[in-house]
T-cell receptor, first 115, second 111 residues
Framework: GNSVTQMEGPVTLSEEAFLTINCTYT??????LFWYVQYPGEGLQLLLK?????DKGSNKGFEATYRKETTSFHLEKGSVQVSDSAVYFC??????????????FGTGTRLTIIP | DTAVSQTPKYLVTQMGNDKSIKCEQN?????MYWYKQDSKKFLKIMFS???????INETVPNRFSPKSPDKAHLNLHINSLELGDSAVYFC??????????FGQGTRLTVV
């Protein structure tokens, strides 16, 4: 079955540091890949997505590139801010009509940015 | 103009009670989901409906029963609540095989 593995947290960084959160996946076919963010006390929000190999998703200074050869979708940001403190989830969607479509999530990575 | 709305936001109830959580989406999506998030933030799919038909039913106790009266609504009814049911429950919707939009969550506390 499909699965997503992301680096365990928590991750604590100083403001303006470089961020990488690793995500790798296992899936059949050609999945779509997503990063969601959950701020404290809120629901999940889509941060960025990529639907095919070599696509780069980007939003709010965050980027992730769909690497089929390494089955990875690592999240990066060049200079983090305190407001980026949240839990980040990597997820995949099958991308084909297998009749069992659902988002499969990683375990989440809690990120804390200190001033 | 909330896209996915679920009510209530907080629910505190005693063991053994029956409760419902309601979810509505105004995005015109065909597929709706219920996810459970535990205290460690781990997200697990419970149910998925496509065009009012159940397409995913993960290993969930049969005390949990989803009901979809129409494409825009997916409610979750829980019978005989147990302490272990305490969690945050998220409703979501999507077009098939695209990103999902989530509600704000319902924090259920069973005492």
């Amino acid at each position: 079955g499909n699965s997503v593995t992301q680096m365990e947290g928590p991750v604590t960084l100083s403001e303006e540091a470089f961020l990488t959160i690793n995500c790798t996946y296992t899936a059949t076919g050609y999945p779509s890949l997503f990063w969601y963010v959950q701020y404290p006390g809120e629901g999940l929000q889509l941060l960025l997505k990529a639907t095919k190999a070599d696509d780069k998703g980007s939003n709010k200074g965050f980027e992730a590139t769909y690497r089929k050869e390494t089955t990875s979708f690592h999240l990066e940001k060049g200079s983090v801010q305190v407001s980026d403190s949240a839990v980040y989830f990597c997820a995949l969607s099958p991308g084909s009509n297998f009749g069992n479509e659902k988002l499969t999530f990683g375990t989440g990575t809690r990120l804390t940015i200190i001033p | 103009d909330t896209a996915v709305s679920q009510t209530p936001k907080y629910l505190v109830t005693q063991m053994g009670n029956d409760k419902s959580i309601k979810c509505e989406q105004n995005l015109g999506h065909d597929t709706m989901y219920w996810y459970k998030q535990d205290s460690k933030k781990f997200l697990k799919i419970m149910f998925s409906y496509n065009n009012k038909e159940l397409i995913i039913n993960e290993t969930v106790p049969n005390r949990f029963s989803p009901k979809s009266p129409d494409k825009a609504h997916l409610n979750l009814h829980i019978n005989s609540l147990e302490l272990g049911d305490s969690a945050v429950y998220f409703c979501a919707s999507s077009r098939l095989n695209t990103e999902a939009f989530f509600g704000q969550g319902t924090r259920l506390t069973v005492v």
